[in-house]
């Protein structure tokens, strides 16, 4: 069974089925627009927090580093609250939609951005922010250069919240609703089709998450050892 699962599978994916391509067109989509903003919220907070000197940075990275643990079906059923149309938000209309998702995800994926960030800025050479102000250099332009010589880190960072979006469920499922063509991305079809028996499209999704998990954590070694060698 579990063979000619995969043997459907892949058929499934290079004949460009549309229930195949289809949820993967929405993860890829969604999972780019929520890290593209999640790096652009946590990015610098991680900066503050690594490079920062002041009262409650303990509790502060304490607090990050919890986050990065958070269960993803807490995050839907707080978004959930407000967007449901009792609820703050729900006059904007947006429960079961793209964008509802894209909220959750950037919930989701900005602490653990944040938290690899601060740990990477902190363990920098403290006599590149040392050289920077000593020049005249500001703490923002301190950041900034300290931020550019640790970019390989940055960048594990950023990929570390894309994957972690990219492969969640509970999110996905509570704030998307699973809609065919809309919001049913790879992970809700994996859960929706396998449950109705439907074994070779829950294959053939799961071999594209892998796939690109795997592509993402390649590119960012790759680009790593690269740095390194440079030096």
Do not use: H
């Not at 580093?65 to 149309?85: D, H, K, Q, S």
């Not at 909220?103 to 690899?116: K, N, S, Y």
């Not at 594209?208 to 790593?224: D, K, R, S, T």
């Amino acid at each position: 069974m579990i063979l000619e699962g995969l043997k459907e599978g892949f058929g499934l994916l290079f004949s460009l089925d549309p229930e195949v391509w289809g949820p993967i067109k929405v993860s890829t989509t969604v999972a780019l627009s929520s890290t593209a903003i999640a790096s652009a919220l946590a990015l610098p907070l991680g900066l503050f927090v690594g490079l920062g000197r002041f009262r409650g940075r303990r509790l502060m990275v304490s607090l990050l580093n919890t986050l990065m643990a958070l269960p993803t079906v807490l995050v839907g059923l707080l978004v959930y609250a407000f967007i449901t149309r009792r609820g703050p938000l729900g006059s904007f209309d947006l429960l079961y939609t793209q964008a509802a998702m894209v909220i959750g995800q950037v919930i989701l994926a900005t602490p653990i951005i944040a938290a690899f960030c601060a740990a990477a800025v902190e363990r920098a050479d403290p006599r590149i922010e040392q050289s920077v102000l000593g020049l005249g250099g500001g703490r923002l332009r301190a950041a900034v250069v300290v931020a550019l010589e640790n970019r390989s880190a940055l960048a594990a960072a950023v990929a570390a919240g894309f994957g972690r979006v990219f492969a969640e469920v509970g999110i996905s499922m509570m704030l998307g609703g699973n809609i065919r063509g809309y919001t049913r991305n790879i992970t809700t079809g994996i859960a929706f089709e396998t449950g109705k028996g439907e074994f070779a499209l829950g294959v053939a999704l799961g071999v594209v998450l892998l796939v690109v998990a795997l592509a993402v954590n390649l590119a960012v070694g790759i680009w790593q050892y690269r740095k390194k060698a440079e030096k």
